[in-house]
């Protein structure tokens, strides 16, 4: 997949999350000049990254105006429908007993290539713990188990089509190269979930499983916390919470009928 967005990290999430607002701020729809006006970003970088967005099924374009909205299946998954009877509001009621149940905080990821956004967390109610970062924000597909988890659902020669070059740039020398971190998703597939231990933090851990929709993984469910709690002995039996959260969240889905990114329909 061509992404035409800016190398860096935080030039990939300050334009999506510009774009995303000012798209969202017009439920009726907004034309091309006026988005690229309201999120302060020039009108070609603009239509670039609308174009990757819109491909991937998180804006409509409608054919005939020319206007963008942001799409029912982002809105159900990212907040627009916060009314207590909407997707979003079940949601937040799954990852709000999984964080009560494993008293850490929970969390939903989707797979935007070539990273992973959280686009909503529920803390924990531990006194101690993680000091909680915005949503949405992007992580990287390597260091975090939502990234594992989410990987292991497209085949190995996807993995290497999509994220080869992103590996190449960001990924830290202790992955290893990419064949061996290709064979390692094995394992995630075997057991279900994966897990991240002093990886994308030291002193950090999380558990990850998948949340399946219609025979695509395009989302996880995780945990994350201090590794003196989240211990190496207690990762399995935290899993199957996390597995448990995940196949609430597959039928919440399922029957909300929310729309799956393209890049995940056509794998």
């Not at 907004?30 to 099924?57: D, Q, W």
């Not at 206007?67 to 990852?95: K, P, Q, T, W």
């Not at 991240?196 to 950090?204: F, H, K, P």
Request: proline share 6%; charged share 25%.
């Amino acid at each position: 997949m061509e992404v035409a967005m800016a190398p860096s990290e935080a030039g990939l999430v300050r334009r999506t999350i510009w774009l995303l607002r000012a798209v969202a701020a017009h439920p009726e729809g907004v034309g091309l000049s006026e988005v690229a006006r309201e999120a302060g970003i020039p009108k070609a970088t603009c239509y670039r990254v609308l174009t990757v967005l819109e491909r991937e099924s998180w804006l409509t374009l409608d054919p005939i105006t020319r206007r963008y909205r942001v799409s029912l299946g982002l809105l159900s998954i990212v907040g627009g429908l916060l009314d207590g009877g909407g997707a979003y509001g079940h949601m937040r009621e799954v990852l709000r007993n999984l964080a009560e149940e494993t008293r850490e905080t929970a969390g939903f990821d989707v797979l935007l290539p070539p990273k992973v956004m959280v686009v909503a967390q529920v803390p924990g109610p531990s006194l101690i713990g993680q000091t909680l970062k915005p949503v949405p924000r992007t992580q990287p597909v390597w260091a975090t188990s939502t990234g594992k988890v989410l990987l292991a659902a497209l085949s190995a020669e996807s993995v290497r089509e999509d994220f080869t070059e992103e590996f190449a740039e960001h990924a830290p020398p202790e992955v290893g190269d990419l064949e061996s971190f290709v064979a390692s998703l094995d394992a995630v597939r075997e057991r279900g979930f994966a897990f991240a231990y002093d990886e994308l933090e030291v002193g950090a851990a999380s558990v990850a499983a998948p949340v399946r929709l219609r025979g695509t993984t395009p989302y996880a469910v995780w945990i994350g916390g201090p590794t003196y709690r989240i211990t190496r002995e207690r990762i399995d039996t935290m899993a199957e919470s996390v597995i448990k959260a995940a196949r609430q969240l597959t039928d919440l889905l399922s029957n909300a009928d929310i729309d799956i990114p393209s890049a995940f329909a056509r794998r």
